[in-house]
């Protein structure tokens, strides 16, 4: 079955440092959601990636899927209070849409 | 994207009782999807909503303990039945919206935190 392995499972930063979130799939994927969630709240739609090596930017936050669309990067430039929470990748099982699994999350926590 | 609302956005049960979780969509569309999160976990998707079919259910989820519905392309409800504490967690709906070159986005509501004590 797919799995979508994520790394770090936790990471804590300074505030003002870079960070780079990593999410694996041992099969090609159909594109790559990322999203982000506080603590016992909803998703927040972050971007969604769909071919091989696109790269999208959101406020200070960036996402690559890579060439073979098996592994996708989040990237967070000078990082603030409030990226912190848990961000979560998830795939799609079908080429059009539909349910979706997901990576077991990266709490993020930054320190001011 | 899509404006998604959950009612009510928590709730403590008693076991042995049910809860049904409204989802509100501000759009038509067609599939919504409901998705549990227990607690430390990731997301586990309990089934599909179709407007005007059966909802299909993933492998560990029955339609007796959470039925569906889905009365029109905009709500749709999740009923937790015969609560136990394991049943214990955060509830959220989501919808699948067309994006742009043929890619479908899922946007998520706020979930619904739920308490079986």
């Known amino acids: 079955s797919q799995e979508l392995e994520q790394s770090p499972q936790s990471l804590i930063v300074q505030e003002g440092k870079n960070l780079t979130i990593n999410c694996t799939s041992s099969?090609?994927?159909?594109?790559l959601y990322w999203y982000k969630q506080k603590y016992g709240e909803g998703l927040i739609f972050l971007m969604m990636?769909?071919?091989?090596?696109e790269e999208k930017s959101h406020e200070k936050i960036t996402a690559k899927l890579d060439e073979k669309k098996q592994q996708s990067s989040l990237h967070i430039t000078a990082s603030q209070p409030s990226h912190a929470g848990i961000y979560l990748c998830?795939?799609?099982?079908?080429?059009?849409?539909?349910?979706?699994?997901f990576g077991q999350g990266t709490e993020l926590s930054v320190k001011p | 994207s899509a404006v998604i609302s959950q009612k009510p956005s928590r709730d403590i049960c008693q076991r042995g009782t049910s809860l049904t979780i409204q989802c509100q969509v501000d759009?038509?569309?067609?599939?919504m999807f409901w998705y549990r999160q227990q607690p430390g976990q990731s997301l586990t998707l309990i089934a599909t909503?179709?407007?005007?079919?059966?909802?299909?259910?993933e492998s560990g989820f029955v339609i007796d303990k959470f039925p569906i519905s889905r009365p029109n392309l905009t709500f749709s409800t999740l009923t937790v039945s015969n609560m136990s504490p394991e049943d214990s967690s955060i509830y959220l709906c989501?919808?699948?919206?067309?994006?742009?070159?043929?890619?479908?986005?899922?946007?998520f509501g706020p979930g619904t935190r739920l308490t079986v004590t």
């Open positions: 990636l769909q071919k091989g090596g």
């Open positions: 998830g795939a799609p099982f079908y080429n059009q849409g539909g349910k979706l699994i």
């Open positions: 909503a179709n407007q005007g079919s059966e909802a299909t259910y």
């Open positions: 759009s038509q569309v067609t599939m």
């Open positions: 099969k090609t994927l159909y594109g």
């Open positions: 989501s919808v699948d919206l067309a994006g742009v070159g043929g890619s479908y986005e899922q946007y």
